[in-house]
C-alpha cells in the first residue's frame, strides 16, 4: 500500500495547479496550498477538504520567510510544486522595470525562497521539486522577453538545484508546458489580440498527469526535464 506522501504546491487556485491538487487529493495525499491572502486560502481549504494552507505573497518574495515563520508548518514535506506563475507580454521597448519586476519576483525569486526555506525538510525526506516551466523557458519570442527571462531563470535555478541537493537525494524535475487550457492562456489570447479556443491547446488535467508521473517514479529514477507540446 502506497503511504500517504505531503505536497506543498502553489497556484493551486486553477488551471495546471488545480488539476494537480485535485488529483492528489483525490488518492489521498496530504495537500498544503500556499495562497496568496487569507480570503484565497479559506478558498483552497473549502475546495480541498482536510488540506492544510498557508499564506505567502509570492509578488513579495523578500516577505515570505517572514510570513512563513508565522504559521504552523507541516512536520514532513515529500514534495514542492511550483506551478504559480504570472505573464504580461510586451516588447522590449515598452516594458517598465515594474512590469518586469513583478514576473521575476513571482516566476523566479519566490520559487527559489520557497525552496531555500523547505529545503531542511525536502532533505530528510529525500523529497522531490518540481517547477512547472514553459516553453518560454527554453525559446524567447517577441514580445515575451520579461516572462521568457524569468523562465530562463527558472530553468537555471532547477539545473543548479539538482546538482546541489544530488548528495542529499532530493530529486528535481522542471516541466515545460506548451500553452495550456487556463485563464493565464486567456489572457494571453487577450494580450496578443487573438480568439481564445480552449480546445486547440493541452488540457491542464494531461500537464498534471505528466507532473503525477515523475512523482511517482521509484527511487532509482529520475526525470529531470520533460516538455509537452500540444496533440492537435
Known sequence: MRAMATHVITGAGSGIGAAVARRLHAR???????????????????????????????ADPDRISWALSHQTLPDRIDSLLH????????????LTPKTWRHQIDVNLLAPAEL???FLPQLRLT?????????????????????????????????????????EHGVRVTSVYPGRTASAMQQKIHQQEGKEYDPDRWISPESVATTLLTALDLPADAVINDVSIRPGG
Request: aromatic share 4%; charged share 20%; no cysteine.
Open 115 to 117: 525552496t531555500r526555506h
Open 28 to 58: 489521498g495525499d496530504h495537500l498544503v496550498l500556499v495562497a496568496r491572502d487569507a480570503g484565497r486560502a479559506r478558498e483552497l481549504a473549502a475546495a480541498h477538504p482536510g488540506a492544510e494552507t498557508l499564506v505567502a505573497d509570492l
Open 126 to 166: 529525500h523529497g522531490h521539486v518540481v517547477f512547472v516551466n514553459s516553453g518560454a523557458g527554453l525559446n524567447a519570442n517577441g514580445g515575451w522577453a520579461a516572462y521568457a527571462a524569468a523562465k530562463h531563470g527558472l530553468k537555471a535555478l532547477a539545473d543548479a538545484l539538482r546538482q546541489e541537493e544530488q
Open 83 to 94: 506551478i504559480a506563475g504570472v505573464v504580461d507580454l510586451g516588447t522590449v521597448g515598452e
